[in-house]
């Protein structure tokens, strides 16, 4: 697999349940970043987690990082209708350009 | 969440024709990058733009693609002889510093090639 791959490649749960997507990558990296994108949206940045974090944290967002597996997770609690979206992570591979996952679609039911 | 203006929302081109795809970043944000995201495909890297210069880019980036920033606001992609597998979301984005940073990306313009 590529740099940056999540799964599940979607996720349909009813509000309020929790929902943790997970990512995994190949090589060395700074950090890792989760981003959200709204259908025909942009994408907008969750967290961001440096390779020497293991935990963070924002709001109802909590993200792991597992460098000795090459791995992340995103947990979004208490899923509401809103959350409904896709979900990237992406790494550093250079001090400029970020490489994505293929994404998680996130749906949350009423 | 900081803005990054992207235009035209939608683009529709015939082959073979030159588009300019028009960004403006967040102000003081200094690192600039064009992404695409062919639909239903993975996000991927074009180019990175810092003090008027190119500082890295992707294979995709080849010599139908360039980019400037004309006037210290705008931020452009052109590609100078369009073709059908260049129909996609093309996303502008902007950070702070290169690295350990979130970028913060614009809506994206559609670019439909006929």
């Known amino acids: 697999s590529q740099q940056g791959e999540e799964d599940p490649q979607a996720l349909s749960i009813q509000e309020g349940e929790n929902a943790t997507m997970n990512c995994s990558y190949k090589t060395s990296i700074n950090n890792l970043q989760w981003y959200r994108q709204n259908s025909g949206r942009g994408l907008v940045h969750l967290i961001l987690i440096r390779s020497n974090e293991r935990e963070k944290h924002s709001g109802r967002l909590r993200v792991t990082l597992d460098t000795s597996k090459k791995s992340s997770s995103l947990l979004i609690t208490a899923s509401r209708a809103a959350d409904t979206a896709s979900y990237f992570c992406a790494t550093d591979a250079s001090n400029y350009q970020l490489i994505w996952g293929a994404g998680t679609k996130l749906i949350i039911k009423p | 969440e900081p803005e990054v203006t992207q235009t035209p929302s939608h683009q529709v081109t015939q082959m073979g024709q030159e588009v300019i795809l028009r960004c403006v970043p967040i102000s003081n944000h200094l690192y600039f990058y064009w992404y695409r995201q062919i639909l239903g495909q993975k996000v991927e890297f074009l180019v990175s733009?810092?003090?008027?210069?190119?500082?890295?880019k992707s294979e995709i980036f080849d010599d139908q693609f360039s980019v400037e920033r004309p006037d210290g606001s705008n931020f452009t992609l052109k590609i100078r002889s369009t073709k059908l597998e260049d129909s996609a979301m093309y996303f502008c984005a902007a950070s702070l510093q290169a690295s350990n940073q979130p970028q913060h990306f614009g809506d994206g313009t559609r670019l439909s090639i006929l």
């Open positions: 733009f810092y003090n008027n210069e190119i500082s890295e």
